[in-house]
C-alpha cells in the first residue's frame, strides 16, 4: 500500500522559494503520475501540477507556470515541488497525490496529508 509523506513547508517571505519533498513507500513510484494540490482556507482543492510516470507534464496552472516545477527522485522514492517567487497568494495547505501513469485530478488514487506553506513578510 503505498503511503506519502510531504514535507518542506514553513515560513517565506513573499518573492522567497521553497521546496517541497514528497516521500513514497510501499510501493515504487517509478512508473507513477505524480500530483501536487494546494487548498487554502476557505477555497476549494486545486491542481497545481502532474507529471506522467515518464514526466510528461499533464497539467500545469497557469498562475505558477515559471514560478513552479516538479521533479522526482526514483532512487529516493521522492518526488518535488520547487517553488520560486512565492506570492502571498500561494499560501495553503499542499498536498501530494499519485495516480495510474497518466492519471491525474482529484480521481488520483493516492494522498498524502499535506505540509503548509505561508507567505508573510
Known amino acids: 500500500q503505498v503511503q506519502l509523506v510531504e514535507s518542506g513547508g514553513g515560513l517565506v517571505q513573499p518573492g522567497g522559494s521553497l521546496r517541497l519533498a514528497c516521500t513514497g513507500s510501499g510501493e515504487s513510484l517509478d512508473d507513477a503520475a505524480i500530483g501536487w494540490f494546494r487548498q487554502a482556507r476557505g477555497k476549494e482543492r486545486e491542481q497545481i501540477l502532474c507529471?506522467?510516470?515518464?514526466?510528461?507534464?499533464?497539467y500545469y496552472k497557469n498562475s505558477v507556470k515559471g514560478r513552479f516545477t516538479a521533479s522526482r527522485d526514483s532512487a529516493k522514492e521522492t518526488i518535488y515541488l520547487h517553488m520560486n517567487d512565492l506570492k502571498a497568494e500561494d499560501a495553503a495547505t499542499y498536498l501530494c497525490?499519485?495516480?495510474?501513469?497518466?492519471?491525474?485530478?482529484?480521481?488520483?488514487?493516492?494522498w498524502g496529508s499535506g505540509t503548509t506553506v505561508r507567505v508573510s513578510s
Open positions: 507529471i506522467s510516470g515518464t514526466n510528461e507534464i499533464i
Open positions: 497525490a499519485t495516480g495510474g501513469f497518466d492519471t491525474c485530478g482529484y480521481i488520483m488514487d493516492h
